[in-house]
């Protein structure tokens, strides 16, 4: 056993010891931990100075109530949730997520990938990431407002435009990060760097709503252009109709893909004319209604129940499971790659299980994982920072120029790494090394703190 491969073992024993009940944070560590041994091994002045155990850690997990009035004057709680993970290199940046799923082991994954997805970007941006388990679904106007205000009346304690700069993720949108800024302008008064995807009217950034679907498509159109492929022409399937689902598709449609099928967590819709974005915008960011509606528009399409089908058994050339973690399994990937899968590019936080990855990887399919293929997000994120900072706005196409440079700079970087670290085109490994070293040499450099 090499002494990159004993260190790394050695630690995440402890790690699993000391969060036995985490899953999902276990997994994203896992992931991350077995790409790194190299680095250990070329590099054993990271052992020595323990930048693994240390970085594992966060800074601080803050875990809060959050009590509100329900449209019926009945008091209701739920946890709430920030956890700064590492501010290494910058103040820490993550989104905020609402639903009934989140607890501590999930804002942990969220921020310990976010730490890798950040560096990479190439932008000074720490980790971090928050939540709550409200569930938005079924509340009124009202009731979402009034929960967020609460919310925010104690996550502003904790965070400003220098030090923690939260945005939206899987159930706030724009919406709740309207009344998440407004209440934290009560508080403190107009400080509009504090968050980012706000609206366009009050110092939020062109093209931030579709930066991270679009550049989980960019990030796809490097892989494949790196093997003389193109997306013109391929069929595509995009798992989820939120945030990420619909400007992935969006992209793929504006550069020749034909989009077949989407979904939400009560199932998939498939149309083999190609998917109508703008029905599924009007369900989703209007009025808020299930897919399943979709087919009373488009009476040609079919609807499949969660309960009774998987969206990844469609036959397809490129893959975007942008819905949400491990909705991707081994069985999904064999399926996919029996159909002739070519590529996969993961808009969602770890959306593949880690056998599905390997499925992938063993079957020579090109594979975009999330914290390298969807930092299209953060990274307009922290653009928005920069306009802020600056009291100025730039035009959709300057944003969107700068998006398309970063991920393709991130694609650049990971297959750089991955052939430094011997596993060329490994793209896992490639983007965990690529972010981790810039992380470790800051946390190095500045001590023990
Ligand atoms: P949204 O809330 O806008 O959309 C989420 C979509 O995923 C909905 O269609 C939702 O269906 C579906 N979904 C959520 N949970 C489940 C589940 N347990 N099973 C099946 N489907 C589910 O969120 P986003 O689009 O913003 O986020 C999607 C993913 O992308 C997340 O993993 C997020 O962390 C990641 N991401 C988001 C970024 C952003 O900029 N927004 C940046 C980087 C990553 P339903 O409505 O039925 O719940």
Same mark, same amino acid.
């Given at each position: 056993m090499?002494?990159?491969?004993?260190?790394? @073992?050695?630690?995440?024993?402890?790690?699993?010891?000391?969060?036995?009940?985490?899953?999902e944070?276990?997994?994203?560590v896992?992931?991350?931990?077995?790409?790194? !041994?190299?680095? =250990?091994?070329?590099?054993?002045?990271?052992?020595?100075?323990?930048?693994l155990?240390?970085?594992?850690?966060?800074e601080?997990?803050?875990? =809060?109530?959050?009590?509100?009035?329900?449209?019926?004057?009945? /008091?209701?709680?739920?946890?709430?949730?920030?956890?700064?993970y590492?501010?290494?290199?910058g103040?820490?940046k993550?989104?905020?997520?609402?639903?009934?799923?989140v607890?501590?082991?999930? !804002?942990?994954?969220?921020?310990?990938?976010? &730490?890798?997805?950040?560096?990479?970007?190439?932008?000074?941006?720490?980790?971090?990431?928050?939540?709550s388990?409200?569930?938005?679904?079924?509340?009124?106007?009202?009731? !979402?407002?009034? $929960?967020?205000?609460?919310?925010?009346?104690?996550?502003?304690?904790?965070?400003?435009?220098?030090?923690?700069?939260?945005?939206?993720?899987?159930?706030?949108?724009?919406?709740? /990060?309207?009344?998440?800024?407004?209440?934290?302008?009560?508080?403190?008064?107009?400080?509009?760097?504090?968050?980012?995807g706000?609206?366009?009217?009050?110092g939020?950034?062109?093209?931030?709503?579709?930066?991270?679907?679009?550049?989980? /498509?960019?990030?796809?159109?490097?892989?494949?252009?790196?093997?003389?492929?193109?997306?013109?022409?391929?069929?595509? &399937?995009?798992s989820?109709?939120?945030n990420?689902?619909?400007?992935?598709?969006?992209?793929?449609?504006?550069?020749?893909?034909?989009?077949?099928?989407?979904?939400?967590?009560?199932?998939?819709?498939?149309?083999?004319?190609?998917?109508?974005?703008?029905t &599924?915008?009007?369900?989703?960011?209007?009025?808020?209604?299930?897919?399943?509606?979709?087919?009373?528009?488009?009476p040609?399409?079919?609807?499949?129940?969660?309960?009774?089908?998987?969206?990844?058994?469609?036959?397809?050339?490129?893959a975007?499971?942008?819905? @949400?973690?491990?909705?991707?399994?081994?069985?999904?990937?064999?399926?996919?790659?029996?159909?002739?899968?070519?590529?996969?590019?993961?808009?969602?936080?770890?959306?593949?299980?880690?056998?599905? &990855?390997? !499925?992938?990887?063993?079957?020579?399919?090109?594979?975009?994982?999330?914290k390298?293929?969807n930092?299209?997000?953060?990274?307009?994120?922290?653009?928005?920072?920069?306009?802020n900072?600056?009291?100025?706005?730039?035009? $959709?196409?300057?944003?969107?120029?700068?998006?398309?440079?970063?991920?393709?700079?991130?694609?650049?970087?990971?297959v750089?790494?991955?052939?430094? =670290?011997?596993?060329?085109?490994?793209?896992?490994?490639?983007?965990?090394?690529?972010?981790f070293?810039?992380?470790?040499?800051?946390?190095? @450099?500045?001590g023990?703190?």
């Open positions: 090499t002494k990159g491969r004993e260190y790394v @073992t050695e630690v995440f024993k402890k790690v699993k010891e000391d969060n036995a009940h985490e899953s944070f276990l997994q994203a896992k992931e991350v931990f077995e790409t790194l !041994v190299p680095v =250990f091994d070329r590099y054993p002045k990271y052992i020595e100075e323990n930048i155990e240390r970085l594992v850690e966060p601080r997990v803050i875990s =809060f109530r959050v009590a509100w009035l329900d449209d019926q004057g009945k /008091v209701q709680v739920n946890k709430g949730y920030r956890v700064q590492s501010s290494a290199i103040p820490y993550g989104g905020i997520r609402f639903h009934p799923s607890n501590q082991s999930i !804002v942990k994954f969220l921020g310990f990938e976010q &730490i890798f997805k950040n560096s990479l970007t190439g932008l000074p941006i720490g980790g971090g990431k928050g939540g388990n409200f569930d938005p679904k079924g509340k009124s106007d009202n009731e !979402v407002m009034r $929960f967020v205000q609460a919310f925010m009346t104690e996550l502003q304690k904790y965070i400003g435009p220098d030090i923690d700069v939260p945005a939206g993720d899987i159930g706030v949108g724009a919406r709740e /990060v309207g009344y998440m800024f407004g209440q934290y302008k009560k508080l403190n008064g107009y400080k509009n760097g504090v968050i980012t706000k609206g366009l009217t009050y939020g950034s062109l093209v931030r709503k579709e930066a991270t679907g679009y550049g989980a /498509v960019y990030f796809a159109e490097q892989m494949l252009k790196a093997n003389s492929k193109d997306i013109a022409g391929k069929i595509a &399937i995009v989820g109709s939120g990420v689902a619909i400007y992935a598709a969006e992209k793929l449609q504006q550069l020749g893909a034909k989009v077949v099928a989407m979904s939400d967590s009560s199932g998939y819709i498939y149309d083999e004319n190609g998917i109508n974005l703008d &599924i915008k009007e369900l989703k960011e209007k009025q808020r209604e299930r897919i399943s509606k979709y087919v009373e528009f488009h040609h399409s079919v609807f499949t129940k969660a309960e009774e089908g998987r969206i990844w058994s469609i036959k397809t050339d490129l975007f499971p942008c819905a @949400t973690q491990n909705e991707l399994n081994e069985e999904d990937a064999k399926v996919l790659v029996e159909n002739g899968l070519l590529a996969v590019s993961e808009g969602a936080n770890m959306p593949s299980t880690l056998e599905a &990855i390997n !499925v992938f990887h063993q079957a020579g399919v090109l594979f975009g994982p999330a390298a293929a930092a299209g997000g953060v990274a307009v994120s922290a653009l928005e920072m920069s306009q900072s600056m009291r100025l706005a730039w035009t $959709f196409e300057e944003v969107d120029a700068k998006l398309y440079d970063i991920m393709k700079n991130i694609y650049e970087e990971s750089k790494a991955s052939k430094e =670290f011997g596993q060329e085109g490994n793209l896992v490994l490639g983007s965990n090394i690529a972010g070293l810039k992380v470790a040499e800051a946390m190095s @450099t500045q023990l703190v």
